[in-house]
Structures are given as C-alpha cells and as structure tokens.
C-alpha cells in the first residue's frame, strides 16, 4: 500500500476524486489516502482523515454495523467478498449525505 498522497494523485490525473482503504486484516478499513478532490468533497483535508477509520464518511445507519460486515468478510475470505462497483452513500463533514460508486 502506498502511503505517500503523491502516488494516489498520480492515479487520479483527470481529477477524479479518490481515496484508498486498506484492506489488509491489522489496518483492515483505515483510510490510507485520499486526493485533493476526495478531500474538497468531503470537506476534510487530508489529515483530518487519514489513518481514521472509513466509519467516518458513512452515515450512521451503514457505519454501526461496518465493522461486523468487515469481520464477516475477511472470515470467509477474500474470494467470497463481490469484486463489483455499487452504489452507496458517504457523508461529508457538514453531515451532507451524498451517492458514491465503490
């Protein structure tokens, strides 16, 4: 995983905004990264966020059970978890609850 912000801009060229959560058990869900465009519509910068769990761009009614989800997966294993985009919703700072493909 890359922990410099200059490497996820660098995938990002045409703007598009963009964060990185790791996926490995002991970080499993922690907010590694997150350009400048993530950042501007999420209302954090980035050391507000990184290294906090993903938990914080959630509403609440996804977020209290995240964990569990997470646990869930990584106990069945990575090839049972969907490979798939989906729509869901992330909240910014001001508590603005907006749609996001994952």
Same mark, same amino acid.
């Given at each position: 995983?890359?922990? =410099? &912000?200059?490497?996820?801009?660098?995938?990002?060229?045409?703007?598009?905004?963009?964060?990185?959560?790791?996926?490995?058990? =002991?970080?499993?869900?922690? @907010?590694?990264?997150?350009?400048?465009?993530?950042?501007?519509? #999420?209302?954090?910068? &980035?050391?507000?966020?990184?290294?906090?769990?993903?938990?914080? #761009?959630?509403?609440?009614?996804?977020?209290?059970?995240?964990?569990?989800? @997470?646990?869930?997966? @990584?106990?069945?294993?990575?090839?049972?978890?969907?490979?798939?985009?989906? #729509?869901?919703?992330?909240?910014n700072k001001s508590g603005? #609850?907006?749609?996001?493909? @994952?």
């Amino acid at each position: 995983m890359h922990d =410099d &912000m200059n490497d996820i801009s660098s995938m990002s060229t045409n703007g598009t905004p963009c964060i990185y959560v790791a996926g490995e058990p =002991d970080k499993i869900g922690l @907010l590694t990264q997150c350009n400048a465009g993530a950042c501007r519509i #999420l209302g954090y910068t &980035m050391n507000e966020i990184k290294n906090h769990n993903v938990e914080k #761009l959630m509403p609440e009614m996804y977020a209290k059970n995240h964990s569990r989800v @997470l646990d869930d997966a @990584l106990a069945k294993g990575a090839e049972n978890i969907p490979n798939k985009e989906r #729509l869901v919703f992330a909240r910014n700072k001001s508590g603005y #609850l907006f749609p996001v493909w @994952l």
